[in-house]
């Protein structure tokens, strides 16, 4: 495969991680952090704690009953049982006459909920949908922004959308807090989704993948997810010590801040800066990185003169979504991609689901869920650079899938099998937490720059379509309740089997041009691998031809 042998001799002087690189790095994450707190806010600012009907005549007021047992004599005239022995808190019973009738107004209890967007707007029973909504609009705004933020990021540059980006979501985060009306609401909330969780975090990890070296891309890149893990955490952590929902809506959006000196503190990536045909500001840069890693002075005029003879020759092209669906390989590679984002996203919300309502705190229980990610980080971290991008993600997608079907099928009628399929579903979350975080640093290192972003983007946006169409497929149950999850295990272990069909990327020159991404990795699949068969090397001549 062709490179720009110039630009990456000219990326050679920085080393794979000095310090320049760490300063940066320790910068761009900072981004990961926000995307994940931003993500889960409204797990806790719009929380349902239990809830009941108001009861007239015995609850006084509804503070009263807040502070008050929900078990007692009097209740039990008024609160119908659930089939499972809990209270129906959408209906009270008539003692004259026995009717269940649902309810006009509610008491919630107060344990760990005081105060949410669910409480004051009764969001609950049949204006449930409400919340669901609400959720809906962020994630819908974490899919258009995957991909026209991934799209401008490589128009415009990194830096740029970033910075951007870090400012709308810390006005946003705040001002989402003070939203009096519930469509409103949902408006601000979904450019609250295409801002704090989309463009920045993007963004900031192709800055992160086009400056380290490619034995560093690994550690980087998961310790990408590790930190949107901290932003999970971070939502356990204020949601515990700040229980009222303005303030902690507050809280959450200046995490904002963090950001915000980052225009004056972070570069724009030397790569696209070649790309784009401003080399003497690539070359400048790196001169800068080399002295703060302490290495031997760079023949600037050398590689301006080489960078100004290929922008002589370059056409000026823009390149769009549409570009990586017009050749055959680039094609094949981003839709065997663009299905492995879905179905990790997939299996992962599936399997959240089937770990039931754990008993106890929801803070330390949300703290925990983003906790036990870190560990299948810190393996996947220590064998990617060992057995490859490719059959590391193939092999945890598999497995993650066989576990999320086994799960479905173990009984849980005795505390043997609850505890039985409660190890089986942590054990495909491990498994797909990794593959999940895999998927990220391989989609980076498959495309060119010129649409790495966007590849990213598109990437992201098919794993948010897969979250917001988690929820309904999991009313297939109403048919039978171990279709949703054969559902999600077949689309896990099918894209597992597909990702075989990818080019390994260990240790190879991440790809430049586009004729650089057509090229690469053609007729390397895990099949040729294993049969002895070298990849084919052809050439595939791309017409530079703008595409609307």
């Known amino acids: 495969m062709a490179v ?37 806010t409204f797990v806790t600012v719009a929380a349902v704690p239990e809830h009941r009907c108001l009861i007239p005549d015995v609850d006084v007021n509804a503070s009263a009953s807040l502070a008050s047992s929900w078990d007692t004599e009097e209740l039990r005239r008024w609160v119908p049982r659930r089939e499972d022995g809990s209270w129906d808190g959408c209906h009270m019973l008539d003692p004259a006459t026995n009717a269940s009738l649902p309810c006009e107004s509610w008491v919630y209890d107060s344990t760990y909920y005081t105060s949410s967007r669910s409480i004051e707007w009764d969001l609950v029973c049949g204006r449930r949908w409400m919340g669901a ?17 991934g799209s401008l990021a490589d128009k415009y540059g990194r830096k740029t959308i970033f910075y951007i980006c870090a400012v709308l979501q810390l006005i946003l985060g705040v001002a989402v807090a003070f939203v009096p009306e519930f469509w409103t609401l949902l408006v601000v909330r979904f450019f609250y989704g295409v801002f704090g969780s989309a463009g920045a975090y993007i963004t900031g ?16 890149g998961i310790t990408f997810q590790g930190f949107f893990a901290g932003g999970v955490m971070l939502v356990a952590f204020w949601g515990y010590f700040i229980r009222e929902r303005v303030l902690l809506q507050v809280v959450y959006g200046l995490h904002g801040l963090l950001l915000v000196g980052h225009w004056w503190l972070i570069d724009e990536s030397p790569r696209w800066l070649w790309s784009q045909g401003r080399v003497t500001e690539a070359v400048t840069i790196v001169e800068k ?11 600037t005029a050398h590689y301006v003169s080489k960078g100004k003879s290929q922008e002589r020759q370059r056409e000026d092209v823009a390149y769009g979504i549409s570009d990586l669906f017009r050749t055959p390989n680039m094609r094949a590679k981003m839709l065997n991609c663009c299905l492995n984002w879905f179905a990790n996203s997939l299996c992962y919300y599936g399997l959240s689901l089937n770990t039931g309502k754990l008993a106890g705190d929801p803070f330390i229980i949300l703290f925990l ?40 099928f173990i009984p849980q009628t005795t505390s043997a099998g609850n505890a039985s399929a409660t190890t089986v579903v942590m054990i495909g979350k491990f498994m797909i937490a990794g593959s999940f975080a895999i998927i990220y640093n391989y989609t980076a290192e498959l495309f060119p ?100």
């Open 4 to 40: 720009d042998e110039d630009l990456e001799q000219l990326m050679g002087h920085l080393g794979e991680f000095g310090k320049y690189q760490m300063r940066q790095f320790l910068l761009h994450i900072l981004a990961a952090l926000t995307a994940g707190l931003h993500m889960l």
């Open 133 to 149: 909504v609400a959720q809906a609009a962020y994630m819908f705004g974490v899919f258009a922004g995957a991909v026209t933020l």
């Open 205 to 220: 990890f192709v800055l992160t993948m086009e400056l380290v070296g490619p034995s560093k891309r690994t550690a980087c």
């Open 289 to 299: 990185a080399v002295r703060v890693n302490g290495g031997e002075a760079i023949d």
């Open 369 to 408: 869920v983003g906790l036990v990610e870190i560990p299948s980080y810190v393996v996947t971290i220590l064998l990617m650079d060992r057995t490859g991008r490719r059959s590391l993600i193939s092999a945890m997608m598999i497995l993650g899938g066989v576990a999320t079907l086994a799960a479905a």
């Open 449 to 548: 720059t010129p649409v790495r972003n966007t590849a990213l983007g598109v990437g992201s946006m098919c794993a948010r379509l897969s979250g917001a169409l988690t929820p309904l497929i999991t009313l297939l149950d109403s048919l039978d309740k171990t279709l949703p999850t054969v559902i999600f295990a077949t689309i896990a272990v099918t894209s597992g089997l597909l990702s075989l069909l990818l080019p390994e990327t260990l240790n190879q020159p991440m790809p430049q041009s586009m004729e650089d991404g057509e090229q690469f990795g053609k007729g390397d699949t895990a099949c040729a691998s294993c049969f002895g068969r070298k990849p084919v090397d052809q050439k595939y001549e791309i017409p530079l031809t703008t595409v609307d």
